[in-house]
């Protein structure tokens, strides 16, 4: 019997879902990307909800994309990448506009797509041994809606860091970036995760975490939406582009690429 690409389980009023590709890193695929969107929403219409931690099974939080995808995607046109992108983008904005808390718990490495997974949750707890990165530019890529949500967290001279040398850092770094909320050591991430979101369920109003949460997209992101469609449509002229077909078949034959 397969197993599920995702789980998904609801606890003293904490809905966690947990990405179940081990196997392979976690890495995204469109049904990953589709069940992630399906299963935040139903966390967001459960009543006996108050917050959702994500999480993932294996040693990588996430590596981006998967490989198979990956290959599929050097054949798509135009108008399926932009179908395709707008179904990343649909995921990222549910979780960043969801009306409850997301927190990350990153106890692995988190890449690319995969870091911007949890860059747009809430809250990110991570264990020391995590790296962090957007390697996209080394692929012939553009990390184009991960860059929507990175600047919000951080200062645009880091944000050009990042994304412009796609070099992976620590957690420590992360934290320093403003990427990410606390550094825990591995034997007590699940615990301390768990103790700040019920504290979060027993100490705050629901409908005030909620019109919160709101209120501090609203008020730093009114561009967000146009910047984001824009992203999309960069995302699928990029992936069509020789660069992009170069660096990905380098990539999948494990070769050399110099740029």
């Known amino acids: 019997m397969t197993e599920p690409l995702v789980l998904y389980s609801v606890a003293d009023r904490i809905a966690t879902i947990t990405l ?61 990448n932009l179908a395709d992108s707008k179904n990343l983008k649909n995921l ?61 967290k951080t200062s645009e001279t880091i944000a050009k860091q990042i994304l412009l040398t796609g070099e992976l850092f620590s957690a420590e770094r992360a934290l320093a970036y403003g990427l990410i909320n606390f550094v825990t050591n591995k034997e007590a991430i699940n615990q301390k995760t768990r103790e700040f979101a019920l504290n979060l369920c027993n100490q705050a109003s629901t409908n005030s975490l909620m019109v919160t949460k709101q209120l501090i997209g609203q008020t730093t992101n009114t561009q967000l939406e146009k910047t984001l469609e824009l992203a999309v449509q960069i995302n699928a002229r990029v992936r069509d582009s020789d660069d992009f077909k170069k660096g990905i078949s380098a990539f999948l034959n494990k070769e050399n690429i110099n740029w």
């Open 20 to 80: 179940n590709r081990p196997d392979k890193r976690n890495a995204l695929n469109p049904e990953l990307v589709k069940l992630l969107t399906d299963y935040m929403l139903e966390a967001a219409d459960d009543d006996d909800v108050k917050i959702i931690i994500l999480k993932a099974n294996g040693t990588s939080f996430s590596a981006g994309a998967d490989l198979a995808y990956l290959q599929e995607l050097q054949t798509y046109t135009y108008e399926e």
């Open 92 to 152: 990222f904005t549910t979780i960043y506009y969801l009306p409850k808390v997301v927190i990350a718990q990153v106890e692995g490495h988190a890449i690319a797509g995969g870091c911007g997974l949890a860059t747009v949750c809430d809250l990110i707890f991570s264990v020391p041994e995590a790296k962090f990165g957007y390697t996209e530019v080394k692929l012939g890529f553009v990390p184009a809606l991960v860059s929507c949500f990175l600047l919000r």
